[in-house]
């Protein structure tokens, strides 16, 4: 079984220029995540789907941040414009018991610099 | 809030040792989960063990075991016959009902040959 993909797994940016990552999760995982981690950290969460509704997205930029999963399958998470501040680790996860009893399946991340 | 404390940023062991990570946590939830994930340089997070806040009995899987005190709000990972794959970045996270799985800052761990 595949996991959760991700891409790109590197992506190299100038300020105020848009970005866009993808994710693909594990077939049959209705609920969908995107973190953010910075540098030393731990991840933290951006928003939150249940098939493809936003149930929670409190922490998600928006003036900046846009996130969309169509047909309740692959989401994409877009940045415009991007600021220095956004360089970080964008991962992706999936889940479908909510993550309660089994936690959470990773992909391995987009590594976005943003110069 | 619930939040999650790893008040040890790096931690070493010699190969074939044992190490303990610690986690903290805090909640006014009596209903929830811990995990502790490891996370590689390839940066995918690998699920090492979890454990249910209503089962008293601390969960094990293979060398890795966990001391989950709940009273205590503690949760800590013990690594037994340390090797070198195991060198990681290790993240205890929680997760309820109420809450979308919380990470801690982290404990980077070296494995010393």
């Known amino acids: 079984e595949a996991g959760v993909v991700q891409s790109p797994r590197y992506k190299i940016i100038e300020k105020k220029q848009p970005v866009a990552f993808w994710c693909n999760p594990i077939s049959g995982h209705n609920t969908l995540y995107w973190y953010r981690q910075n540098l030393g950290q731990g991840p933290e969460l951006l928003i939150r789907y249940e098939n493809e509704e936003a149930v929670d997205d409190s922490q998600l930029p928006k003036d900046r941040f846009s996130a969309e999963r169509l047909k309740g399958v692959d989401s994409t998470l877009k940045i415009q414009p991007a600021e220095l501040g956004d360089s970080a680790v964008y991962l992706c996860a999936s889940s479908f018991d909510g993550g309660r009893i089994y936690g959470y399946t990773f992909g391995s991340g987009t590594r976005l610099t943003v110069v | 809030a619930q939040t999650v404390t790893q008040s040890q940023p790096e931690m070493s062991v010699q190969e074939a040792e044992t190490v303990t990570l610690s986690c903290t946590y805090d909640?006014?939830?009596?209903?929830?989960?811990l995990f502790w994930y490891k996370q590689p340089p390839s940066r995918q997070m690998i699920l090492v063990i979890r454990?249910?806040?209503?089962?008293?009995q601390n969960a094990t899987e293979n060398r890795f075991s966990v001391n989950f005190q709940k009273a205590a709000k503690s949760f800590s990972l013990k690594i037994s016959d340390s090797q070198l794959g195991d060198a990681a970045m290790y993240f205890c996270a929680y997760r309820s009902a109420l809450a979308d799985m919380r990470f801690g800052a982290g404990t980077r761990l070296t494995v010393k040959p």
């Open positions: 909640t006014s939830e009596s209903d929830y989960y």
């Open positions: 454990q249910e806040a209503y089962k008293q």
